[in-house]
């Protein structure tokens, strides 16, 4: 089992505690993808790590259902494996928002400057595919896609989010998909709670984009929703190189909160206008961030991850 899928059997033995899960209560490898934000091949080794450890076993009708909440727990309380190579995932995501890495790139080539087994380093490229910002070319070869880059196209993808967030909300078409939100919010509290204080800045900004996203998802206006997607995948890189304030961050998550409590409660104008001033405040801070790294910073950078 690849270290990728570990780390996702245990995040999944989290869920099933954290979510009170009773015994019986399917688990279906396409709504875990969507998820925890992954291809379904990593989601089906975790599934069947989780049915030999004794987590889950076979549904009645097929397909896996958790089997053992207790065994759940057990496992959710141990130490999560180290995802693989967080910190050369970071370098590459560093040299290439520097432009120390060209467009199009061999496996040789990045072995060489990273100095990584070909199989780690393919669990990183495809990892960066499935975050769309990389992806293989016929033989060994992989390109990068387009990223932001200039600190005026950063503050930009914050006024083009101001513009269309809240009109999502405000849609004629939004219609509320509780148990996503639901889902986000207690996400979110745990967050607050203290979470944000540990957890990973890849993995927050990846908790925190999936929220909007969701949020931009019940509008059903498939422009707003592929904007925000494509300017999440654009603004990735940079904000993996941003040092984040976690004091600053546990106060946006409370906002995410409370525009979460105000869509579940039906008002929308209340949770537009917040979601407005809460990007019109994020964009300056994250830009002078950014200002400031480049200026230069004796630390190394944690990634800033708020959405």
Known sequence: MTEIAASLAHQIARMIREEAL???TALTERALADRFLVSRTPVRAALQELRRAGVLGDGPRGGLVVADPGRAELLAETAPPEEAGEAAYLAIARDRL??????????????RRYDLSRPRLQTLLHRMAEEGWAERRPGHG????P?????????QSYRFRQAIEPAAMRDPGFRLNVPLLTR??????RLVAGEVLTITGVHLFTVNAAMHEA?????????????????DRLRRLIEYGLTVDRTRARARCAEHVQMLELLLAGRNDAAADLMHRHLAALGPIKAATMAAGREGSAEAPDPAGVA
Not at 142 to 145: A, D
Not at 147 to 155: D, F, G
């Open 215 to 231: 949020i931009c998802e019940c509008s059903g206006n498939a422009f707003f929703i592929e904007s925000l997607r494509r300017v």
């Open 147 to 155: 990223v932001l880059t200039s600190m005026e196209a950063y503050r």
């Open 22 to 24: 009773p015994p019986g």
């Open 184 to 189: 986000h919010l207690e996400e979110q509290r």
């Open 142 to 145: 992989w390109q990068f896609l």
């Open 98 to 111: 520097a432009g120390l890495i060209p467009d199009r790139i061999s496996e040789n080539e990045l072995l």
